[in-house]
C-alpha cells in the first residue's frame, strides 16, 4: 500500500460505483458529501454511452447526488472533441438517448463510424454499413470497448464485442477514445489542473477505471459494487492499489490514510 502522498484530485466513475440504472448504492450520497468537505478536487469520469450527460446529470439528481454536469467527463465528450479535430462525419452507433451529445454536428453521407452502446441499432444492416464504410478507409472511433457492465436484472453485454468484431471484419484497429485510455484520463486531470502523481481513481471496473489509471500514474481502488466480479484484481499489472467493498469504504481510506 502507498504512504501518504499529495492528493489533490480523486476521479470517480459513476455506474456500478456511485449507482446502477436508477439505484444508488448505500451510503454512497452521505461518503461524497464527506470527500468534498476535504482539499481535493472531485472529476467524475464515465464511459457511459446509454445517455447524454443532461440525461445523466438529472439521473444522478434524481437519486440525491449533488453533482454539477461541469464535473462529468465523459467518453461522449472525448469522442465529440475527436471527431471535430478531425473534421469528419460520422455514422452515429449510438443509443438514441446519447444523440443530444453530438447535436449539430455533420452526419450526413458519413465518412467515418463512431461506436458505443447500442442494443437497439446492433443489427446486421446497421453493422454491415459500418463495415463497408470502415473497409473503404473510413476510421473506426470507439467510445470505449467494455466487455460488459451491470443493469439492475445482471450483467449485460457491453460495446467491445460489438467493436472488436469490425476490427476483426476489417482488419483495422480501432481509436479508442474512453477508458482506459491515457489521454481520456490525462484530459479529466488537465480540467482541474493536476498531474496523475496527485490523483486517485475509485471505479468497479479493474481494467478499464484501475488499469488505466494507474498505467498514467495515478493510483486506483476498486469498488466490489457494480459489475466487479471475484479476482478482477489479478486481472491487471500491477494491482489495485487498494480493494474496497464499497464507495463508502474507498472514501474512508483517503480521508484517513491519504489526506
Do not use: W
Given at each position: 500500500?502507498?504512504?501518504?502522498?499529495?492528493?489533490?484530485?480523486?476521479?470517480?466513475?459513476?455506474?456500478?460505483?456511485?449507482?446502477?440504472?436508477?439505484?444508488?448504492?448505500?451510503?454512497?450520497?452521505?461518503?461524497?458529501?464527506?470527500?468534498?468537505?476535504?482539499?481535493?478536487?472531485?472529476?467524475?469520469?464515465?464511459?457511459?454511452?446509454?445517455?447524454?450527460?443532461?440525461?445523466?446529470?438529472?439521473?444522478?439528481?434524481?437519486?440525491?447526488?449533488?453533482?454539477?454536469?461541469?464535473?462529468?467527463?465523459?467518453?461522449?465528450?472525448?469522442?465529440?472533441?475527436?471527431?471535430?479535430?478531425?473534421?469528419?462525419?460520422?455514422?452515429?452507433?449510438?443509443?438514441?438517448?446519447?444523440?443530444?451529445?453530438?447535436?449539430?454536428?455533420?452526419?450526413?453521407?458519413?465518412?467515418?463510424?463512431?461506436?458505443?452502446?447500442?442494443?437497439?441499432?446492433?443489427?446486421?444492416?446497421?453493422?454491415?454499413?459500418?463495415?463497408?464504410?470502415?473497409?473503404?478507409?473510413?476510421?473506426?472511433?470507439?467510445?470505449?470497448?467494455?466487455?460488459?457492465?451491470?443493469?439492475?436484472?445482471?450483467?449485460?453485454?457491453?460495446?467491445?464485442?460489438?467493436?472488436?468484431?469490425?476490427?476483426?471484419?476489417?482488419?483495422?484497429?480501432?481509436?479508442?477514445?474512453?477508458?482506459?485510455?491515457?489521454?481520456?484520463?490525462?484530459?479529466?486531470?488537465?480540467?482541474?489542473?493536476?498531474?496523475?502523481?496527485?490523483?486517485?481513481?475509485?471505479?468497479?471496473?479493474?481494467?478499464?477505471?484501475?488499469?488505466?489509471?494507474?498505467?498514467?500514474?495515478?493510483?486506483?481502488?476498486?469498488?466490489?459494487?457494480?459489475?466487479?466480479?471475484?479476482?478482477?484484481?489479478?486481472?491487471?499489472?500491477p494491482p489495485p492499489y487498494l480493494t474496497c467493498d464499497s464507495f463508502t469504504q474507498?472514501?474512508?481510506?483517503?480521508?484517513?490514510?491519504i489526506l
Open positions: 500500500m502507498a504512504t501518504r502522498r499529495a492528493l489533490k484530485a480523486v476521479l470517480i466513475d459513476l455506474s456500478g460505483t456511485l449507482h446502477v440504472e436508477d439505484t444508488a448504492v448505500p451510503g454512497a450520497q452521505d461518503a461524497l458529501h464527506r470527500l468534498r468537505q476535504a482539499s481535493v478536487a472531485v472529476k467524475f469520469v464515465t464511459n457511459t454511452t446509454k445517455e447524454c450527460k443532461r440525461n445523466l446529470v438529472e439521473r444522478l439528481h434524481s437519486l440525491n447526488f449533488d453533482i454539477q454536469e461541469q464535473e462529468i467527463f465523459t467518453s461522449l465528450t472525448a469522442a465529440r472533441s475527436l471527431v471535430e479535430q478531425r473534421q469528419l462525419r460520422p455514422l452515429l452507433l449510438v443509443a438514441d438517448s446519447a444523440l443530444e451529445d453530438f447535436s449539430g454536428m455533420e452526419t450526413s453521407e458519413p465518412n467515418a463510424v463512431v461506436i458505443g452502446l447500442a442494443p437497439d441499432h446492433f443489427n446486421y444492416q446497421t453493422l454491415n454499413k459500418a463495415f463497408r464504410l470502415v473497409l473503404d478507409g473510413a476510421p473506426l472511433i470507439a467510445i470505449h470497448k467494455a466487455r460488459y457492465y451491470k443493469r439492475k436484472d445482471g450483467l449485460a453485454l457491453g460495446p467491445g464485442a460489438f467493436v472488436t468484431g469490425l476490427e476483426y471484419a476489417t482488419d483495422c484497429q480501432a481509436t479508442v477514445v474512453g477508458k482506459p485510455e491515457g489521454t481520456f484520463f490525462l484530459e479529466a486531470l488537465r480540467d482541474i489542473g493536476c498531474c496523475p502523481e496527485e490523483a486517485i481513481m475509485i471505479g468497479d471496473d479493474a481494467r478499464d477505471d484501475v488499469g488505466g489509471a494507474q498505467n498514467i500514474g495515478m493510483l486506483g481502488i476498486v469498488v466490489r459494487t457494480g459489475k466487479y466480479r471475484v479476482g478482477d484484481e489479478g486481472k491487471i499489472n474507498a472514501v474512508d481510506h483517503i480521508l484517513q490514510h
